[in-house]
């Protein structure tokens, strides 16, 4: 008789708990009396690769520069925002993201906290990155402008200008896979394109060669929830470029 040994499941911190999971499989087959097992040559090579995780030295190099800039961030006064804001948000996530979220600039509750999408755009924005099979902590999310603009208000341009620098830094520290553009200013912020948002979104355009696929931003959504099919199928688009698979819906 024979069986087919588990597909490798090894993540980039999963290593030890697949070759564990490996061996009391078969050693419960061995119980059950099998004395053989089909393997996939390529997955026994896999298995005996250390993790691909990164060194904890470039780790704690990528917490040190992003820590850098948010050290920038909240003693910046380069635009006028600096004078009204509560605190900076620098934007927050993994050190090692596939996805960079983008937005426009915090609001009432982030400029509270000092976190990046928190308040009911943000509760939503955390509903989209789960229903993507993954979690905040597994992405990065931030803005073009560290500050609240007052009232809310659309950043202005010589404000996005001031504070754009940090963001180019914090991406090209990230190196995320993809970015996704929350609405129209984020995009026109990293692009300076001056098209809608409902004619960008869905099609993949590219910042310093990385993928970027703009959708609308959570807080249209709250307007108008109509367009969360569209946003899904924009995060369906993101997930096949990252080679993943949204898991079955609950
Ligand atoms: N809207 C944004 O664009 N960014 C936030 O952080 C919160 C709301």
């Given at each position: 008789?024979?069986?087919?040994?588990?597909?490798?499941?090894?993540?980039?911190?999963?290593?030890?708990?697949?070759?564990?999971?490996?061996?009391?499989?078969?050693?419960?087959?061995?119980?059950?009396?099998?004395?053989?097992?089909?393997?996939?040559?390529?997955?026994?090579?896999?298995?005996?690769?250390?993790?691909?995780?990164?060194?904890?030295?470039?780790?704690?190099?990528l917490?040190?520069?992003?820590?850098?800039?948010a050290?920038?961030?909240?003693?910046?006064?380069?635009?006028?925002?600096?004078?009204?804001?509560?605190?900076?948000?620098?934007?927050?996530?993994?050190?090692?993201?596939?996805?960079?979220?983008?937005?426009?600039?915090?609001?009432?509750?982030?400029?509270?906290?000092?976190?990046?999408?928190?308040?009911?755009?943000?509760?939503?924005l955390?509903?989209?990155?789960?229903?993507?099979g993954?979690?905040?902590?597994?992405?990065?999310?931030?803005?073009?402008?560290?500050?609240?603009?007052?009232?809310?208000?659309?950043?202005l341009?010589?404000?996005?200008?001031?504070?754009?620098?940090?963001?180019?830094?914090?991406?090209?520290?990230?190196?995320?896979?993809?970015?996704?553009?929350?609405?129209?200013?984020?995009?026109?912020?990293?692009?300076?394109?001056?098209?809608?948002?409902?004619?960008?979104?869905?099609?993949?355009?590219?910042?310093?060669?990385?993928?970027?696929?703009?959708?609308?931003?959570?807080?249209?959504?709250?307007?108008?929830?109509?367009?969360?099919?569209?946003?899904?199928?924009?995060?369906?688009?993101?997930?096949?470029?990252?080679?993943?698979?949204?898991?079955?819906?609950?």
């Amino acid at each position: 008789m024979s069986k087919k040994a588990p597909g490798n499941t090894a993540s980039r911190t999963g290593w030890p708990d697949v070759v564990q999971g490996l061996e009391d499989y078969l050693l419960y087959l061995r119980d059950e009396g099998v004395r053989e097992v089909e393997a996939d040559p390529e997955q026994v090579r896999r298995l005996s690769e250390p993790p691909v995780a990164p060194a904890p030295a470039e780790d704690a190099t990528l917490a040190d520069g992003l820590a850098g800039i948010a050290e920038r961030v909240t003693a910046c006064t380069l635009c006028p925002l600096h004078k009204s804001r509560t605190r900076t948000v620098p934007g927050q996530g993994s050190i090692t993201p596939e996805i960079f979220f983008i937005g426009e600039g915090p609001g009432a509750d982030e400029d509270r906290q000092g976190l990046a999408f928190v308040g009911r755009a943000g509760q939503l924005l955390t509903k989209i990155i789960e229903a993507m099979g993954l979690t905040r902590e597994q992405v990065f999310i931030g803005n073009i402008v560290k500050c609240r603009p007052p009232g809310n208000r659309t950043p202005l341009p010589e404000e996005m200008q001031a504070c754009l620098p940090y963001l180019r830094e914090q991406i090209a520290i990230l190196k995320p896979r993809v970015i996704v553009g929350l609405g129209a200013t984020a995009v026109k912020g990293l692009l300076e394109v001056e098209t809608g948002i409902t004619r960008l979104r869905g099609r993949w355009m590219s910042y310093e060669g990385i993928d970027l696929m703009p959708t609308f931003h959570p807080a249209y959504l709250l307007r108008n929830p109509a367009g969360k099919r569209e946003v899904w199928e924009d995060m369906k688009a993101v997930l096949a470029r990252l080679g993943r698979t949204p898991p079955p819906r609950t």
